[in-house]
């Protein structure tokens, strides 16, 4: 409990074999506020973990760089992969329909390879989480994109997964709620080139650094 937040963070990475580990952190797994709170070097189990246990914490991406791709190592962009398809499942990271779907037929063929029609019939996606809510008709939607990437290489789906998600407007964007002068709630949202406000989820100021 009394470990600093670099001590926890150096045995993660030393678990998972990470080298680029300036773009990851560990985040405290608390849905009770608003805002995400980060362990640090300096302060992290005296500080958040002190109001009992269990506690949960969630490694994560911590900066998400403008385009992912020109990360260095496979292992990081994998990384990468990996939290925006779960920030896209739990609707952290908001995704259009048929962005979802492609991004989910990226997925797929990292996963499974080429389609193939005596191997994947009809239902194979039915034990797939890829969006909130999902439902039969996006599967179907899923399998027939899938069947469009024959040839594909888990890295080079990857790729096209990461090229695509860095395009949806929250992208890296950590948000973060608070009101405005007027007492009206607004979202700041943190990100690689700047600050962002939203209200209503629209965009309504950016500021660079």
């Known amino acids: 409990k009394h470990d600093q937040g670099q001590v926890l963070l150096d045995l993660v990475f030393k678990h998972l074999d ?3 580990r300036d773009y990851f952190g560990l ?19 005296q500080h958040y973990l002190k109001r009992g246990s269990p506690h949960s914490l969630n490694f ?9 791709n020109k990360l260095q190592e496979e ?7 990996l939290q925006l398809k779960q ?9 259009p329909y048929n962005t ?3 991004l989910a037929s990226y997925a797929v063929q990292s996963e499974l390879g080429d389609y193939s029609h005596s191997e994947h019939l009809p239902g194979y ?10 439902h039969q008709d996006f599967e179907k939607e899923i399998a027939k ?3 469009q990437h024959k040839g594909l290489s888990p890295a080079e789906v990857e790729f096209n997964y990461l090229n695509t998600a860095r395009t949806l407007e929250l992208y890296g964007v950590e948000l973060h709620y608070a009101r405005d002068q007027s007492n009206t709630e607004i979202m700041i949202g943190v990100m690689s080139g700047g600050i962002v406000i939203y209200k209503n989820r629209v965009r309504i100021n950016w500021f660079p650094w």
């Open 18 to 20: 990470l080298t680029e």
């Open 27 to 45: 985040q405290l797994a608390d849905d009770s506020t608003d805002s995400p709170h980060w362990c640090t070097h300096r302060r992290c189990a």
């Open 60 to 68: 994560r991406v911590k900066f998400f760089v403008s385009d992912p």
């Open 75 to 81: 292992y990081t962009r994998y990384q990468y992969f």
């Open 87 to 95: 920030d896209i499942l739990t609707g952290r990271l908001p995704c």
């Open 100 to 102: 979802a779907a492609l």
């Open 125 to 134: 996606l039915a034990d797939y989480s890829f969006i909130p809510n999902q």
């Open 145 to 147: 994109l899938h069947q």
